[in-house]
C-alpha cells in the first residue's frame, strides 16, 4: 500500500508557474507508475500525465503538453508536476494517484491523495 500527500497548490495569474509535489509513504513507491488528474469544478477527474516507475515513459493531456512535465525522484518518494504558462482554465483540484500500470483512465489507480487546489486568474 502506498499514501500520498499532494502540496504546492495556489493562487497564480494567468502566465505564471507552480511546481506540485506529492509525497508518498511506503518502501514500495518505486514499483507504482504515478500519475496526477485534475478535477474541476462540475467536471469529471481527468489525466493530467504520467510517469512510469522508473521515470522513464510520460503521458501527457494535450491540453498541457508543451506547459507541464511530470517528473519523479525515487529516492525522495516523490512525483512532481511543474505547471508553466498557466491558464484560467487550469483551475481545478490536482491529485496524485499511483498504481500497477500506465493509465489515463482513474478508476484504473488505487491509490489517491486529498487534492491540491489550483486557481488560475486572468
Known amino acids: 500500500q502506498v499514501q500520498l500527500v499532494e502540496s504546492g497548490g495556489g493562487l497564480v495569474q494567468a502566465g505564471g508557474s507552480l511546481r506540485l509535489s506529492c509525497a508518498a509513504s511506503g518502501r514500495t513507491f518505486s514499483t507504482y507508475n504515478m500519475a496526477w488528474f485534475r478535477q474541476r469544478p462540475e467536471k469529471e477527474r481527468e489525466f493530467v500525465a504520467g510517469?512510469?516507475?522508473?521515470?522513464?515513459?510520460?503521458d501527457y493531456a494535450d491540453s498541457v503538453k508543451g506547459r507541464f512535465t511530470i517528473s519523479r525522484d525515487n529516492a525522495k518518494n516523490t512525483v512532481y508536476l511543474q505547471m508553466n504558462s498557466l491558464k484560467p482554465e487550469d483551475t481545478a483540484v490536482y491529485y496524485c494517484?499511483?498504481?500497477?500500470?500506465?493509465?489515463?483512465?482513474?478508476?484504473?489507480?488505487?491509490?489517491w491523495g486529498q487534492g491540491t487546489q489550483v486557481t488560475v486568474s486572468s
Open positions: 510517469i512510469s516507475w522508473s521515470g522513464g515513459p510520460t
Open positions: 494517484a499511483a498504481g500497477r500500470y500506465r493509465n489515463v483512465v482513474a478508476r484504473q489507480y488505487p491509490y
